[in-house]
């Protein structure tokens, strides 16, 4: 398989549940980041690795718990989430963490928050 | 700080009809600058892309060319298709502040409908 596979494609949590989606990138890259995109907004970086090091946290609550094991997988642990944290969460890599590295991205997890 | 503006969406052409899709942005350094664009159900792709002043940047018929005297980088294609409806977002990528290595800065989009 290739390129960046994210799981599951479609989750329904409620407030008090805890769940994690995975991301796996068969590129080789050496950064991977999340991105949450929710509708009339432009897209939110919430985190980066490099070199499986956290060099980037926006200003993402707590509730939201990023993990990266390896180079080629990316976690995002969930616990108690708000309505309002309903979107869709998009995984990326790239070949480095430079200025001129593209991303590539996968298909994403529809969160719902019910 | 940086900031990518692209024109309002929804774009509705018929087929064969000429897209642009207007760009500017605003960096304090020598950004990089790309074109993602969206399928339905989908997550981003890598379009095109340019690094410095005056590159063009081409795939599938569509074009950008990095203009730096009017910080634009609009999206041009000569005939559209209906396979190229889709959601297109223009980003830069700069140096970034607080000691990251870059920071990339999305548009909102525009959503593209082409009919038959």
């Known amino acids: 398989e290739t390129g960046v596979t994210q799981t ?15 991301c796996e990138q068969h590129l080789g890259h050496n950064a991977m980041y999340w991105y949450k995109q929710s509708a009339k907004k432009p897209l939110e970086l919430m985190f980066v690795y490099s070199l499986e090091e956290r060099v980037e946290n926006n200003s993402v609550p707590s509730r939201f718990s990023p993990e990266c094991p ?26 480095e963490y430079v200025k001129s590295s593209p991303l590539h991205f996968g298909n994403g997890t529809r969160l719902t928050v019910t | 700080g940086d900031s990518v503006t692209q024109m309002e969406g929804p774009v509705t052409l018929s087929e064969e009809a000429f897209l642009t899709i207007n760009c500017t942005y605003t960096a304090t350094g020598y950004p990089s600058l790309f074109w993602y664009v969206q399928y339905p159900g989908e997550g981003l792709q ?27 980088f609009h999206l041009e294609k000569g005939s559209v298709q209906v396979s190229d409806s889709a959601v297109y977002f223009c980003a830069l990528s700069d140096r970034g502040g607080g000691g990251s290595n870059y920071k990339l800065t999305f548009g909102k989009g525009t959503l593209l409908t082409v009919n038959p």
Do not use: I, W
């Open chain 1, 8 to 22: 599951p494609r479609h989750l329904v949590m409620g407030m008090t549940n805890k769940k994690s989606l995975k």
């Open chain 1, 70 to 95: 390896n180079s080629s997988h990316l976690f995002l642990h969930l616990h108690t989430l708000q309505p309002e944290d309903s979107a869709l969460y998009l995984c990326a890599s790239s070949q």
């Open chain 2, 46 to 72: 890598l379009l095109l892309k340019a690094t410095k002043a005056d590159d063009k940047g081409s795939n599938k018929g569509f074009e950008a060319t990095y203009r730096k005297e009017t910080t634009s």
